[in-house]
Every structure is written in structure tokens, then in C-alpha cells.
């Protein structure tokens, strides 16, 4: 069983809404970590989290630590949106993570 | 600043050959870890390294190895070459020293192909 588990796995929308990734883990964590992958494998790091919220942009990445989730934002969501999100936790170093299996997001004008 | 360069980008390799892949890690970072991502298996942690010592290293067998030298370059190496380690490996480097405070930034990847 993956000790992180993240949904949806899949997710469509129309440009302009609201959309929320969940990740859920079951391991204590020092870090957790939004990370966006679009076609070609490069992989940019969103935000890392340890506690409360972060904002950047139209994204918001929120954690409960007690609950062991974590959510990801978009709001007003764009067609650039389109991409894979990764839910990834660090346990005991900084390099050392544990991935979900992915959200593809996909965005239509 | 340039980003974490890694080179390179494509490799067609015959199984029980040999491999180098090499990560330049952003100028001042001293950690770069490793990754494989596949279709079945995602992304799964391989090695991470601080100042050339190795300080953790995933499920892997011993046919994968690595190491980090004195400016922070690190190469991974995967001999034997079998049809399931066709994958993109990805490299990151951070300033982190351990406390897993500072952010990841991943080079675009060596995708490598088995045949």
C-alpha cells in the first residue's frame, strides 16, 4: 500500500474553475511538497509545506498535520494549468521522499 | 543562475550494457538526490548526497550506484542494464542541510531507454 495516496487521479475542468487535489499520508513527515510535471518530465517544485497555508499566484496549498492531508488549489483555473500534480513527503531528510501517483489536470478553454 | 543541468537528455542503451548519467546541481547547492520515474511505478527515491557523502539511498538493487564530487556534480551509474530500468531519471539539488527546510529544484531528466 502507498503510504501517500493522492485524488483524484484524473481531473477535468473548464477554464475558470475552482479546483482542489487531495493527498493523504500516513507517515510522519518533515515536509510535504506540491511538485507540477507537464509533458517532457520536467518537474517544477509549487510549494513545501510543513504547517498552515501557502498562496503563490492562483494556487493554495493547505496542511493538516493532525490529519495527514493536504489540498491543493487552483483558483481560476487555465488551460496552461494542464499538467500532472505530485503530492511527495520527506520523512527523515530533505532528499529522501516519498511520491503519490499523480493528478493529470486538464483544462479546456 | 543556471538551473540543475543533466546530461544527457536521451540514451538508447542494449541490455547488460552500462550507464552514466550526470546532474550539475545549481551553483551553491550542495545536495542533489536521484529519482526514477516509470509508468508503473512513478516516481521512486534512489540516492541523495551532501558534500560527497552518500546520506540515504532508496530501494534499489546494487547494480545502481552513485556519487557526488567535490563540487557538488554527481553522476549515478546503473550497470547490467535490464528492459525495466527504461525510465526518466530526474536529478534535484537543494541548499538543504538536512532539515528539509529548503525548497527542490529538478533538472528536466535523462530519459533512458533499454533495448
Known amino acids: 500500500k502507498n503510504e501517500v495516496e493522492q485524488s483524484p487521479q484524473n481531473l477535468t475542468a473548464q477554464e475558470g474553475e475552482f479546483i482542489t487535489i487531495n493527498c493523504s499520508y500516513s507517515v510522519g513527515i518533515s515536509a510535504l511538497h506540491w511538485l507540477q510535471q507537464h509533458p517532457g518530465g520536467g518537474i517544477v517544485s509549487l510549494f513545501m509545506?510543513?504547517?498552515g497555508k501557502k498562496k503563490h499566484g492562483r494556487l493554495i496549498a493547505t496542511i493538516n498535520i493532525q490529519e495527514k492531508h493536504s489540498s491543493l488549489h487552483i483558483t481560476a483555473s487555465h488551460p496552461r494549468d494542464s499538467a500532472v500534480y505530485i503530492c511527495?513527503?520527506?520523512?527523515?531528510?530533505?532528499?529522501?521522499?516519498?511520491f503519490g501517483a499523480g493528478t493529470q489536470v486538464v483544462v479546456t478553454p | 543562475k543556471a538551473g540543475v543541468t543533466q546530461t544527457p537528455r536521451y540514451l538508447i542503451k542494449t541490455r547488460g550494457q552500462q550507464v552514466t548519467l550526470s546532474c550539475s546541481p545549481i551553483?551553491?547547492?550542495?545536495?542533489v538526490s536521484w529519482y526514477q520515474q516509470t509508468p508503473g511505478q512513478g516516481l521512486q527515491f534512489l540516492f541523495e548526497?551532501?558534500?560527497?557523502?552518500?546520506?540515504n539511498k532508496g530501494n534499489f538493487p546494487g547494480r545502481f550506484s552513485g556519487r557526488q564530487f567535490s563540487n557538488s556534480r554527481s553522476e549515478m551509474n546503473v550497470s547490467t542494464l535490464e528492459l525495466g530500468d527504461s525510465a526518466l531519471y530526474l536529478c534535484?539539488?537543494?541548499?538543504?542541510?538536512?532539515?528539509?527546510?529548503?525548497?527542490?529544484?529538478f533538472g528536466n531528466g535523462t530519459r533512458l531507454t533499454v533495448t
Open positions: 511527495a513527503v520527506g520523512t527523515d531528510s530533505w532528499g529522501k521522499l516519498q
Open positions: 509545506l510543513s504547517s
Open positions: 548526497y551532501f558534500s560527497e557523502t552518500q546520506r
Open positions: 551553483s551553491g547547492h550542495r545536495s
Open positions: 534535484a539539488s537543494s541548499l538543504d542541510r538536512g532539515t528539509g527546510t529548503s525548497p527542490l529544484h
